[in-house]
């Protein structure tokens, strides 16, 4: 039955090939099922994806999914999932990103699966029920702002989700951004999105979105806005974005990419406020504006305006390469968002780089006449260019790391610590000491963050596994308090809890976490701690109850993201995985490490009902989650 | 201005979060949207740059500006 309460109740499918549009309903038992977005699209993508498919090929599924509170007034309720098969990992491709979601929705759509590949440059325009393929060759070579730019003037009240260069020319981490600022990154959506010759999607949405039970929905978006507003570091968020972080992080997790790189993070933050900082910048329907309007006030590159998506994860750890070169790492991120290509990804491929130059494995006649030199703003801008145009190495440094690693040798697995292969983790390069001495690699701290680096199904990422457990020493009362925010039942706390500073059991904690964050995908929320920390499991639950008409507890929600992660670990399944894939390359780890993290995996497998072979959902696992169709389809082990 | 007052925005202070027009559509229809909202929000020039605007139609009940969390928009009192 189709839904028609908080959703727009509507699939659209684009076949790029045929040029066929057509409109499905949005059945309501799939969103009870999987929970809305971020599930939906797992199905979708499960579903309409044959076995082992080239993500790259006409074949591939590119979808767009919409959470119950798009358009609606939760706050940071601003994101989009967007899912396909990885051109990066060759797994599970996702990624959110704020913005075109809520005007999707708006226009009459959850989800927009576009499958095929047009015979030219293409992009599709959604104009409530006009919807059309229309030629894009015009576009084709511009950059992000340029493109969006050109389909805000067409399209007066349009918001764009483009790709740049680096999408066209496949890059594997190439970048879908939406509104010039809010990226997809990692999984090479991009790349994915450009194989299928689609440089955009448009979109105006002049429709409302519907509420089963309004006056109730109203009342909780009321105490949820008040709560939000009242917070304690409300205005310093705005201020500050992201940046407000990096310190307690780097004092607290010993993860001081300023020790490791020379540079410090109080003159980057003076920095930042007093000569980049500018306007305030909120996704939609967030009071916070924690985004950073960059206007660049001095330097070689002064006047150089955009708008970062996260001050943290876009400047600052671009500048812990460059620094105190701030200017030039500003000029990288800007860059990097017209390329349309992911800055982590990016930054981290080129630092992998430079260590190869440095060690005599690649030199001048492999980067085209580059010299590639550790904390030189030149190298790093300069192989950015050469990685989105596909120059010199930069052709094989564009795609997987399997590519490089067959042709440079496999020595170069002492240098970054792949997983599914990809490279974005904060341990997933060799560091040095504060002297600036031997090069070595990192010691894990296992929490939530670094369990979720391997057994996370895209591969590493920060948010999704995000919890608490981030920073150390943390008392029993605020891991209790944790717990049950996330949704973890009172009576399964002392199996999980010690009652101890710190005492958590991190392969259980792990898989709470995850699913509560798997919540926060499916309703396409942010996940900013200050958000996250007024949208309990409880709150979440009772506001897609008025929304929907639905009656759905924590319980369910929760349910619904098990459900879901179990789709999508089905899915890396079906495209290969084994269990060597969820850890850190061999000899990466220090010995009694390597033993903590077989431990931990075997563990975390258990809490799921996998198989320890391979952490493969067993058929009981299947039955409790009604997923046993799904057990059809292939791999599933008895 | 209207029996219940005036409205004003500063559109300077927009960030274009669509509260108000969201919270205005709440009011009018009980749903949310942007096309139903007697408020206007549209981007000026190619950045996060908006110009606010009040149609007609707008009574002045001020449930947008409860919501402005950036005092982009205010509600002078009117005669009642």
């Known amino acids: 039955m189709q839904i028609t309460k908080g959703f727009a109740g509507r699939i659209l499918f684009v076949d790029l090939t045929t040029r066929r549009i057509s409109v499905e309903p949005l059945d309501s038992r799939d969103v009870e099922k999987f929970g809305g977005a971020a599930g939906v699209n797992a199905k979708l993508l499960y579903e309409l994806a044959k076995p082992g498919i080239d993500p790259l090929g006409p074949d591939n599924v590119f979808i767009y999914g919409i959470g119950a509170f798009g358009a609606t007034m939760v706050p940071g309720m601003a994101r989009t999932v967007i899912t396909t098969k990885s051109p990066r990992s060759g797994f599970y491709g996702t990624s959110a990103a704020g913005h075109f979601g809520p005007m999707l929705k708006l226009a009459g759509y959850d989800h927009v699966v576009i ?15 006009d919807v059309s393929i229309e030629d894009a060759s015009q ?42 600022y809010s990226t997809f990154g990692t999984s090479g959506l991009g790349a994915a999105m450009g194989a299928k010759n689609l440089k955009a999607v448009v979109a105006i949405g002049g429709k409302s979105v519907q509420l089963a039970d309004p006056r109730r929905f109203q009342r909780i978006v009321d105490r949820v806005h008040k709560e939000l507003r009242e917070a304690r570091h409300f205005y310093n968020w705005r201020q500050y974005g992201t940046l407000i972080q990096v310190q307690p992080m780097a004092a607290s997790m010993k993860y001081d990419e300023g020790k490791r790189t020379g540079y410090d993070v109080s003159d980057w933050t003076q920095y930042f406020l007093e000569n980049v900082k500018g306007h305030y910048v909120t996704c939609p329907s967030c009071p916070v504006g924690c985004k950073a309007g960059v ?118 697995d002492r240098y970054m610590a792949v997983v599914k292969g990809i490279f974005s983790h904060h341990l997933a390069q060799q560091v040095r000491n504060e002297q600036g001495g031997e090069w070595v690699v990192p010691r894990v701290r296992w929490g939530t963050t670094t369990l979720g680096i391997l057994i996370n199904p895209r591969g590493p990422q920060f948010n999704a596994y995000s919890s608490l457990t981030i920073m150390p ?144 959902p067993t058929r009981e696992t299947l039955a409790r989650l009604d997923l046993e169709e799904y057990a059809l389809a292939g791999v599933v082990r008895a | 201005m209207s029996a219940k007052g005036e409205m004003k925005a500063i559109s300077d202070k927009c960030t274009g979060c669509l509260l108000c027009q969201f919270a205005c559509s709440y009011m009018k229809t009980r749903a949310y949207s942007v096309s139903q909202a007697l408020l206007s929000v549209a981007r000026a020039g190619m950045r996060e740059k908006y110009t606010v605007s009040f149609k007609e139609e707008c009574d002045a009940c001020g449930y947008c500006v409860k919501y402005c969390a950036f005092d982009a928009i205010s509600r002078k009192r009117g005669r009642s």
């Open chain 1, 295 to 412: 206007d660049l006030k001095e330097g070689k590159h002064k006047g150089i305006s955009f708008t970062a998506t996260c001050p943290m994860g876009t400047l600052t750890q671009v500048v812990s390469h460059m620094a105190p070169q701030y200017n030039d790492a500003i000029k990288y991120s800007e860059s990097a968002n017209r390329f349309g290509i992911c800055m982590h990804e990016s930054r981290l491929t080129i630092n992998f780089a430079i260590r190869l130059f440095e060690d005599g494995l690649i030199g001048t006649a492999d980067t085209g006449g580059l010299e590639l030199r550790s904390r030189d703003p030149e190298s790093y801008l300069g192989m950015l260019r050469k990685i989105v145009y596909r120059q010199d190495i930069g052709d094989l440094l564009a795609g997987r790391f399997a590519g490089v690693r067959e042709k440079v040798g496999p020595e170069v």
């Open chain 1, 115 to 129: 499958t095929g590949k047009a015979d030219g440059p293409v992009y599709l325009k959604v104009i409530d029920d």
């Open chain 1, 139 to 180: 576009l084709w070579g511009k950059d992000v702002f340029e493109t969006t730019d050109a389909l805000w003037s067409a399209y007066p009240g349009s918001w764009v989700s483009c790709i740049g260069p680096a999408g066209e020319n496949k890059v594997t981490y190439a970048c879908v951004i939406n509104n010039k």
């Open chain 1, 473 to 616: 020493e943390r008392s029993a009362d605020s891991l209790r308090k944790y717990c049950l925010k996330i949704g973890v039942p009172e009576s399964h706390l002392d199996a999980l809890l010690t009652g101890e500073t710190d005492g958590y059991d991190t392969a259980l904690l792990t898989k709470y976490v995850e699913a509560y964050n798997l919540v926060l995908y499916n309703m396409a929320s942010c996940q900013r701690p200050l958000i996250s920390n007024v949208l309990d499991v409880d709150t979440l639950a009772d506001l897609f109850s008025a929304a929907t008409g639905i009656k759905t507890s924590a319980a369910d929600m929760l349910a619904a993201a098990e459900r879901t992660i179990n789709l999508q670990r089905l899915f890396t399944l079906r495209e290969g995985l084994t269990r060597d894939h969820d850890r850190y390359p061999r000899g990466w780890l220090e010995g009694d490490q390597e033993e903590e993290m077989e431990n931990l995996l075997d563990a975390y497998y258990a809490s799921h009902g996998w198989d320890k072979a391979s952490g493969t």
